[in-house]
């Protein structure tokens, strides 16, 4: 399943893709380039916004929050998505992580950093770094309390 975040999403775009879903998203396009590229990419459009809702011959999915964890859960929970492949994207081009060798990313990041992680990840699209214990830290603590809360979720119903 494809998304298209609308202008008022992007922080969600970026969670969606932090969780492994391929998740367009441009804070300049208006409403007819949102339209135009999902029709043309087949992607699902998550907006707030309901006349968007409402058209007709194209995928919406009309998120209802405005807390980014809770629109994260609303479409997780609400299309039955599996976060299997989280980390697996760049959180803010949406390209897809490739594993990277140590020696060759040695001179690109902190040497701190160097001698203290193990797995680093490149995005081929823009080329940023990635390990877990920084710059993902924090949102891997975000996803395991979100995973947890999506199966409380589930215990109750
Ligand atoms: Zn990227």
Not at 27 to 35: E, F, G, L, Q, T
Not at 57 to 81: C, H, P, R, T, W
Not at 99 to 118: C, G, H, M, N, W
Request: glycine letters at 6%; hydrophobic letters at 40%; charged letters at 30%.
């Amino acid at each position: 399943m494809k998304f298209l975040a609308d202008s008022m999403l992007g922080r969600l775009a970026k969670w969606l893709r932090i969780l492994g879903f391929d998740t367009a998203y441009s804070s300049a396009w208006d409403d007819a380039a949102v339209v135009r590229t999902a029709r043309a990419e087949g992607r699902m459009i998550l907006t707030r916004d309901r006349a968007m809702a409402l058209r007709r011959g194209i995928q919406v999915f009309l998120v209802k929050s405005d807390e980014v964890e809770e629109q994260v859960q609303e479409v997780v929970a609400g299309l039955g998505l599996s976060t299997a492949d989280s980390f697996s994207r760049c959180p803010e081009c949406n390209g897809i992580l490739q594993a990277v060798e140590k020696a060759e990313i040695r001179d690109l990041v902190p040497p701190y950093v160097f001698s203290t992680q193990r797995s680093f990840h490149r995005c081929p699209d823009c080329g940023r770094i990635y390990w877990r214990g920084t710059h993902l830290q924090r949102m891997l603590e975000k996803l395991e309390l979100l995973e947890q809360s999506l199966a409380q979720n589930q215990r109750r119903e």
